[in-house]
């Protein structure tokens, strides 16, 4: 399984970003939870949003809840996290990650397929 991330950037806070994730390698795009981490310099990578093999179940965390949006593209293989009113402290590297774990159960430490990731910055 690939997994290619595109859709950083640079913004000013209060901006909005458009993360996308291209998922190559199945034909089975249907069994994988999908997910975004990201990791900012010194810190450890954290969970953002998941979303459901089905795509009917979604969770954030607090820190995006309200502002962040994840969606899954059958049709495309895709999975895109919509970022609105972004502050300084969601500047990070942003990775897409899929498992056939549940959401409840995607840990870094437990995912096994990640992307390269993506740099946003958040700053004026």
């Known amino acids: 399984l690939q997994l290619v991330e595109s859709g950083g950037d640079l913004v000013q806070p209060g901006g909005s970003l458009r993360l996308s994730c291209s998922v190559s390698?199945?034909?089975?795009?249907?069994?994988?939870?999908l997910a975004w981490f990201r990791q900012a310099p010194g810190k450890e990578r954290e969970g953002v949003s998941c979303?459901?093999?089905?795509?009917?179940?979604?969770n954030y965390a607090d820190s995006v809840k309200g502002r962040f949006t994840i969606s899954r593209d059958t049709a495309n293989n895709t999975v895109t996290l919509q970022m609105n009113s972004l502050k300084p402290e969601d500047t990070a590297v942003y990775y897409c990650?899929?498992?056939?774990?549940?959401?409840?159960?995607?840990?870094?430490?437990?995912?096994?397929?990640w992307g390269q990731g993506t740099l946003v910055t958040v700053s004026s």
């Open positions: 990650a899929a498992d056939t774990l549940p959401c409840s159960s995607m840990a870094p430490a437990h995912v096994r397929y």
């Open positions: 390698g199945t034909s089975n795009f249907h069994y994988y939870t």
């Open positions: 979303i459901s093999q089905s795509g009917e179940r979604t």
